[in-house]
Structures are given as C-alpha cells and as structure tokens.
T-cell receptor, first 116, second 114 residues
C-alpha cells in the first residue's frame, strides 16, 4: 500500500494567489482529515469527511478555505486568496473508521506551504 | 467539546533513562487514546494506542497507561535511545465515538542526550 499521498510536497506562492492542495487517502478508508501544523498552534483539525461527506468544518479558519471530496480516492483543500499567515504544513490523514469505534489515522507526508 | 492537555512541553533525558509524558482529557465519553511520534520534517506516525476497556498496553520499550476515573493517560518510554528524540502527541477520540475525529495535545519535544 502506498499510504496517504499528498501533492505538492512544497508550495511557494505570493499573497493573493489561489492554492490547491491534493490528497489521495489509503484505499478502502472511510474517513479523511485535513490538518494544519504551525509552531504556534500545533496540530489543528480543519475539516473531516466520512464517506466523502463533510462532517465537521468548524476548524476551517475562514471563508478563504474550502475543501472537497468528490470521490473516495481524492480530496482537495483550496485557499483563495492566500495570505502569509496561511504558511504552514498541511497534513491529510485517512482512517478505516471501524463501525462503532474510532480508529487509527494515517498521515500523509504533508505539504509545506509558504505564502510570500 | 473535548479538550486535551499535554505535559511537559519539553523533556530532556539521558540515554538509558525513562521518559514519561502525561495527558489529561475532559470528556468521559472519549474511548480511544493514540500516541503519535513526529520526527523533524516528517509526518506524525502512530506508535501505540489504547482503548478505554484496557488499563495498560505495552510494546517493547513503550507503554501507555490509562486512568479513566482521573481522565488521564501517560506514555512511558524505557531505556531511551537518541533515536527516540522527536515530538510526541497524545490524542483522544471525541463523541459520538464513531466519527473518527481526534483531538490532539500540544505535543512534547523529547530530547535524548547520548
């Protein structure tokens, strides 16, 4: 199994530009999570999906952030317009979510985003 | 909602000593408690987990203990080695238990001095 795949691994962009981060979860996993990690705030959950449906987006910082999961094997996190304070490492994670219980989350390698 | 507090934020030990990291959680309905290790520039990776029907779990040099009454759980690393140096995160599930959502602690930076 290839694990969770994220692209790009690094992204440098200028303030005001649109940024799209991509994630392919582990095949067969039912849940997908987007996290943001910074030194100041640690690991923050932005949004998560169960069976492609967004369940909780209360962690999305503002309307500039949006996420989609059009099918079980692909998700995107979009920032438009981007700002320097969005600079962080963005992780995607997936989980098999066994029926009736919480299960292990497997993290992708992350996308390091720098907004100049 | 669930809140997870993790202590200490940094921990420095000599190689061969033991290290203990503690976490407290607020919601008594939480029933799954994983620990993740994140090396510099890498992704968080699960090292051990425990469910609420178990009080202790061991895997070689690492162990986790859970006290449901006090709502805290701890990670124990024995015979520490330099390669144990990393940031460690605890997490707790949030009800309803079948959502898969975890709340993470702030992390503990462990330094093992050779």
């Amino acid at each position: 199994d290839a694990g969770v795949i994220q692209s790009p691994r690094h992204e440098v962009t200028e303030m005001g530009q649109e940024v799209t981060l991509r994630c392919k979860p582990i095949s067969g996993h039912n849940s997908l999570f987007w996290y943001r990690q910074t030194m100041m705030r640690g690991l923050e959950l932005l949004i998560y999906f169960n069976n492609n449906v967004p369940i909780d987006d209360s962690g999305m910082p503002e309307d500039r952030f949006s996420a989609k999961m059009p099918n079980a094997s692909f998700s995107t996190l979009k920032i438009q317009p981007s700002e320097p304070r969005d600079s962080a490492v963005y992780f995607c994670a997936s989980s098999p979510k066994l029926a009736g219980g919480t299960d292990t989350q497997y993290f992708g390698p992350g996308t390091r985003l720098t907004v100049l | 909602g669930e809140n997870v507090e993790q202590h200490p934020s940094t921990l420095s030990v000599q190689e061969g000593d033991s290290a203990v990291i503690k976490c407290t959680y607020s919601d008594s309905a939480s029933n799954y408690f994983p620990w993740y290790k994140q090396e510099l520039g890498k992704r968080p990776q699960l090292i051990i987990d425990i469910r609420s029907n178990v009080g202790e779990k061991k895997d070689q040099r690492i162990a986790v203990t859970l006290n449901k009454t006090a709502k805290h759980f701890s990670l124990h690393i024995t015979e520490t080695q330099p390669e144990d140096s990393a940031v460690y995160f605890c997490a707790a599930s949030t009800p309803p238990s079948n959502t898969g959502k975890l709340i993470f602690g702030q992390g503990t930076t462990l330094q093992v001095k050779p």
